[in-house]
């Protein structure tokens, strides 16, 4: 499977900017440049929930594509959010379960200069 073609041919992702940067043994990071369109906010550049939850959804599922080579469907994602984003953001995955249908990974989402922005945790279908 071609990492790269699958992720950058998913329409919601593409639209909103999400980029895979790398999906490899198990781990993963990606990033968004973040526009006047994707702000809750008329008067301040902030992102939306659904751009931050969407960037760690992409990132946590890439990390396990990156070892079972197939998509894997969401099941259900905990995010929690820790502080506003007002600029590009960036997310890091890890895989921390790898079982025979199902996969869990952990995902920090920060923004351009390095504060945390979101903590989330996703389970995949893997199988």
């Known amino acids: 499977m071609d990492i790269d073609a699958f ?3 998913m ?3 593409s639209m909103l900017g ?5 999906a490899t043994d198990g ?4 990033r968004l440049d ?3 369109e994707l702000s809750w906010n008329a008067d301040e550049l902030m992102a939306h929930g659904g751009v ?3 960037l760690a959804d992409t990132i946590g599922g890439a990390a396990l594509v990156s070892l079972v080579e197939q998509p894997v469907p969401t099941i259900d994602m905990r995010i929690d959010y820790l502080n ?3 600029g590009d953001l960036e997310a890091e995955a890890e895989v921390v ?3 025979g249908d199902v996969g869990v990974s952990e995902v920090m989402v920060t923004d351009e200069v390095g504060n945390d922005i979101a903590r989330a945790v996703g389970v995949y279908k893997t199988g």
């Open 7 to 9: 992720f950058e041919s």
């Open 11 to 13: 329409p919601f992702a």
């Open 18 to 22: 999400v980029e895979v940067l790398e």
């Open 27 to 30: 781990e993963a990071r990606g």
């Open 34 to 36: 973040m526009r006047d």
């Open 52 to 54: 931050t939850f969407t």
């Open 84 to 86: 506003v984003a007002r």
């Open 97 to 99: 379960r790898l079982g």
